[in-house]
């Protein structure tokens, strides 16, 4: 079975520094991977999406997050983090071959200090 | 437009009682989705209904659950004999097609407290 691995419960920047938020996944194929983020109150908000072809994949609100094959993982990346971006992350991996159904990794807590 | 709406936005209800509770997908997506998510965890799938059938229920945990969606738009969630662990923030998604690369939609969620 497909699982996803966020190892990093909280994360602390500053504002205007760089950002990586760590994600491995467990699949068998080539998955298809996602970035949600949700703001306290809000729904999840699809930031970026991967499904095959260029492995380095442009999202919403600067993001950008990384497929590698070999390391099993498809970092998050920002390269200057806002007040605003403070939020919850969760990575997602779905079945190619399966019904879609994502299975979410239990998210990364985002902290931003001014 | 509107997106995925859910109503109540927050119940509280005792052990033992029944509960509903309601997404209204964004208009004209035939798939939606169930998701709960407790505390310091992500989503886990519930159920995914494409049109008015449910194409996949292997996510609910057991028979105290239900969920319908009749006229193939709003979806309930029933859940009966709610218990404590049954606490959670309930999401409702929808996509148009249900296919692979179409994007899902998150409402905002229902709290459930079961106390």
């Known amino acids: 079975a497909q699982s996803v691995t966020q190892p990093d419960i909280h994360i602390t920047v500053s504002e205007g520094a760089s950002l990586e938020l760590r994600c491995n996944y467990s699949?068998?194929?080539?998955?298809?991977l996602f970035w949600y983020v949700q703001s306290p109150g809000q729904g999840l908000q699809l930031l970026l999406k991967?499904?095959?072809?260029?492995?380095l994949v442009q999202g919403i609100k600067g993001f950008e997050a990384e497929f590698k094959r070999s390391q099993s993982s498809f970092n998050l990346r920002k390269p200057s983090v806002h007040w605003s971006d403070a939020a919850e992350y969760f990575c997602?991996?779905?079945?190619?071959?399966?019904?879609?159904?994502?299975?979410f990794g239990r998210g990364t807590s985002l902290i931003v200090h001014p | 437009g509107a997106g995925v709406s859910q109503t109540p936005s927050n119940k509280v209800t005792e052990k033992g009682k029944y509960v509903e509770l309601r997404c209204d997908p964004i208009?004209?997506?035939?798939?939606l989705y169930w998701y709960r998510q407790s505390l310091g965890q992500g989503p886990e799938f519930l159920i995914y209904?494409?049109?008015?059938?449910?194409?996949?229920d292997s996510g609910l945990p057991n028979d105290r659950f239900f969920a319908v969606r009749p006229e193939g738009s709003v979806s309930t969630l029933k859940i009966q004999r709610t218990e404590r662990g049954d606490s959670a923030v309930y999401l409702c998604?929808?996509?148009?097609?249900?296919?692979?690369?179409?994007?899902?939609?998150f409402g905002p969620g229902t709290r459930l407290t079961v106390l």
């Open positions: 998604a929808s996509s148009s097609r249900g296919t692979r690369t179409d994007t899902q939609y």
């Open positions: 699949y068998g194929a080539t998955p298809y």
């Open positions: 991967y499904f095959s072809g260029d492995t």
């Open positions: 997602a991996v779905g079945e190619a071959g399966g019904s879609y159904i994502p299975t």
């Open positions: 208009s004209g997506h035939t798939a």
């Open positions: 209904f494409q049109g008015t059938g449910a194409a996949d």
